[in-house]
């Protein structure tokens, strides 16, 4: 016997079953989009990796959520205003300033975290052999750091120099004491050195000398010094004098005025530079025979005399020769 179902309980039964499954794909729905929208976010930042689970947003989103502090001008990859939209990796890169001393200047510049090295290939500082980095190549580099290049360079330099001659003075019996006669003309050496120069920043901080070579040896000057010290000046006369000088000689006669010493002029009273010959001294004069320095002039300076005498004519006859004046003893 075939059993008998209400149209109504059919009904019923199939509604419940519609809301069921309408239950079930609104669960798998949502279930689908929780996990749909859920995107794994890698963040490289100061030498970290930090993993975060996003449903959405911006990666600007995401760096907060990671409490990771961002300066001024770090540089974030993608950009922090762009959506998230799949599994995403960011990369965070720490901007620092610096200060630059290099080649005579100063300069501020914002570099990407790294060593001094990586700072100055970024700046496109080239480094020379010999130059010097502070702080070292491989230091990491901090906001507000220094870093100084100091250039180290040499040059070479062929320099030639003379070598200063000598003078020699020898004994000679056969002239007055007090005069002297060259022998042999001094001729100056000459010698080659080479030089290194180092120079810090251009400046120059050392000189060494590699290197010398004598191109010409120095010649020695000679000169023959009087020792006679006695003179014979007539028949059976002879002076004793402790120097001799050659001495250019005038004339002058009577002024109306007394000698700087006080006296009225004579002859054989001369005048003389008190610096070369004291006043009193006793002289002999070749020519002009026995004097004494009474006097001076304005125009005798140096190895000059002026003799007196006794008449203008005399004077004018005598005019101005050189002369051989003995100190006598």
Same mark, same amino acid.
């Given at each position: 016997?075939?059993?008998?179902?209400?149209?109504?309980?059919?009904?019923?039964? !199939?509604?419940?079953?519609?809301?069921?499954?309408?239950?079930?794909? +609104?669960?798998?729905?949502?279930?689908?989009?929780?996990?749909?929208?859920?995107?794994?976010?890698?963040?490289?930042? =100061?030498?970290?990796?930090?993993?975060?689970?996003?449903?959405?947003?911006?990666?600007?989103?995401?760096?907060?959520?990671?409490?990771? $502090?961002?300066?001024? #001008? =770090?540089? *974030?990859?993608? $950009?922090?205003?762009?959506?998230?939209?799949? =599994?995403?990796?960011?990369?965070?890169?720490?901007?620092?300033?610096? !200060?630059?001393?290099?080649?005579?200047?100063?300069?501020?510049?914002?570099?990407?975290?790294?060593?001094?090295?990586?700072?100055? !290939? #970024?700046?496109?500082?080239? @480094?020379?052999? %010999?130059?010097? *980095?502070?702080?070292?190549?491989?230091?990491?580099?901090?906001?507000?750091?220094?870093?100084?290049?100091?250039?180290?360079?040499?040059?070479?330099?062929?320099?030639?120099?003379?070598?200063?001659?000598?003078?020699?003075?020898?004994?000679?019996?056969?002239?007055?004491?007090?005069?002297?006669?060259?022998?042999?003309?001094?001729?100056?050496? @000459?010698?080659?050195?080479?030089?290194?120069?180092?120079?810090?920043?251009?400046?120059?901080?050392?000189?060494?000398?590699?290197?010398?070579?004598? @191109?010409?040896?120095?010649?020695?000057?000679?000169?023959?010094?009087?020792?006679?010290?006695?003179?014979?000046?007539?028949?059976?006369?002879?002076?004793?004098?402790?120097?001799?000088?050659?001495?250019?000689?005038?004339?002058?006669?009577?002024? %109306?005025?007394?000698?700087?010493?006080?006296?009225?002029?004579?002859?054989? +009273? *001369?005048?003389?530079?008190?610096?070369?010959?004291?006043?009193?001294?006793?002289?002999?004069?070749?020519?002009?025979?026995?004097?004494?320095?009474?006097?001076? %002039?304005? +125009?005798?300076?140096?190895?000059?005399?002026?003799?007196?005498?006794?008449?203008?004519?005399? +004077?004018?006859?005598?005019?101005?020769?050189?002369?051989?004046?003995?100190?006598?003893?």
């Amino acid at each position: 016997m075939q059993a008998y179902t209400s149209p109504g309980r059919f009904l019923g039964d !199939n509604r419940l079953i519609i809301w069921c499954l309408g239950v079930v794909v +609104a669960a798998g729905i949502i279930i689908t989009g929780f996990f749909y929208n859920r995107h794994e976010i890698r963040i490289y930042a =100061d030498g970290k990796e930090i993993k975060l689970i996003m449903r959405g947003g911006t990666f600007a989103g995401a760096v907060k959520k990671a409490g990771i $502090p961002l300066g001024e #001008k =770090d540089i *974030v990859e993608p $950009p922090l205003q762009n959506s998230i939209t799949a =599994d995403s990796t960011v990369r965070i890169t720490r901007i620092v300033r610096v !200060n630059l001393i290099a080649d005579g200047n100063t300069e501020v510049h914002w570099v990407p975290l790294g060593t001094v090295e990586q700072t100055l !290939n #970024k700046l496109n500082v080239v @480094l020379n052999s %010999g130059d010097q *980095v502070v702080p070292e190549l491989s230091k990491r580099v901090s906001s507000g750091d220094a870093i100084e290049v100091i250039r180290f360079s040499s040059h070479y330099l062929s320099q030639s120099l003379k070598i200063p001659f000598r003078v020699e003075r020898r004994d000679d019996n056969s002239l007055e004491r007090g005069i002297t006669r060259i022998v042999r003309q001094g001729q100056e050496g @000459l010698i080659q050195k080479t030089v290194k120069i180092t120079l810090k920043n251009g400046k120059e901080i050392n000189r060494e000398v590699l290197g010398r070579k004598v @191109l010409r040896e120095p010649v020695n000057k000679i000169v023959a010094v009087g020792t006679i010290r006695v003179k014979e000046v007539s028949r059976g006369g002879n002076i004793r004098f402790s120097k001799t000088f050659y001495m250019s000689s005038t004339a002058y006669s009577h002024t %109306g005025h007394n000698t700087a010493s006080g006296i009225y002029p004579y002859r054989g +009273a *001369v005048a003389v530079d008190p610096g070369v010959i004291p006043l009193g001294t006793k002289l002999f004069i070749e020519g002009y025979g026995y004097a004494k320095a009474l006097d001076i %002039g304005s +125009a005798i300076r140096g190895n000059r005399i002026d003799l007196f005498f006794d008449t203008e004519g005399q +004077a004018l006859r005598w005019g101005r020769r050189s002369v051989k004046v003995y100190i006598l003893e």
